[in-house]
Each structure stands twice: as C-alpha cells, then as structure tokens.
C-alpha cells in the first residue's frame, strides 16, 4: 500500500517562506503524478500544485508565483516550496498520488496532512 508521509507546516509570518515535504514509499514518485492540495475548515480540498511523471507543473492562480512544487526521485520526497505566504495560505496541506502519469482526475492517495498558520 502507497503511503505518503507530509511535514515541514508550522507556524510562519505574512512574507516568510516554508518548505513543505513528503516521502512517498514504493517507487510511485518516480511513476506517477503527484500533487499538493490543501483544505480549509469545512471546505472541500483545493488543489494547490501538481507535478506530472515528466514532470510538467500546473498551479492554481492563487499560489502562482510563490509556490514551486518539485521532486527528489533518490529520496522519494515531493516538496512545496513556499514564498511570500499569506494569511489566506493558512490551511491543512496534503500530499496526494495519482493514479497515472498525469494529474488529471482525482488523487488515489493521500497523505495525513499538515497544518501551516500564516499569522499577521
């Protein structure tokens, strides 16, 4: 079973950066889209960056700019580089797994989450 391990949330000012990490077991960064998305409290799950198995990126407009989403096949870890945060990024984040090599449809697998507070 495909397990996905996030880290790096925490608490951060308006304008700091925070990386965000996640360990994939298997070999299934290395053979699938993987993505990031992220929730608020009783909302649905947003995505936020995707990377395909070419790796191609798509963002959404909101984090365009500031957030870079990339990968370390040796080390099975899928990061979230993110800059220039604002109070609106705060949210719990998730690591998700597609089915394929694109990241079109939804995420098979997902990670347990970690939250990032961006404090005023």
């Known amino acids: 079973e495909v397990q996905l391990v996030e880290s790096g949330g925490g608490l951060v000012q308006v304008g700091e950066s925070l990386r965000l990490s996640c360990v994939a077991s298997?070999?299934?960064?290395?053979?699938?889209?993987m993505g990031w998305f992220r929730q608020y409290p009783g909302k649905e799950r947003e995505a936020v960056a995707d990377?395909?198995?070419?790796?191609?990126?798509l963002y959404a407009t909101s984090v365009k700019g500031r957030f870079t989403v990339t990968r370390d096949i040796d080390k099975r870890t899928l990061y979230l580089d993110m800059r220039s945060l604002k109070s609106e990024d705060t949210a719990t984040y998730f690591c998700?797994?597609?089915?394929?090599?694109?990241?079109?449809?939804?995420?098979?697998?997902w990670g347990q989450g970690t939250q990032v507070t961006v404090s005023s």
């Open positions: 998700a797994a597609y089915v394929g090599r694109t990241y079109f449809g939804p995420p098979r697998y």
């Open positions: 298997g070999d299934i960064i290395s053979s699938n889209a």
């Open positions: 990377i395909s198995h070419s790796g191609g990126t």
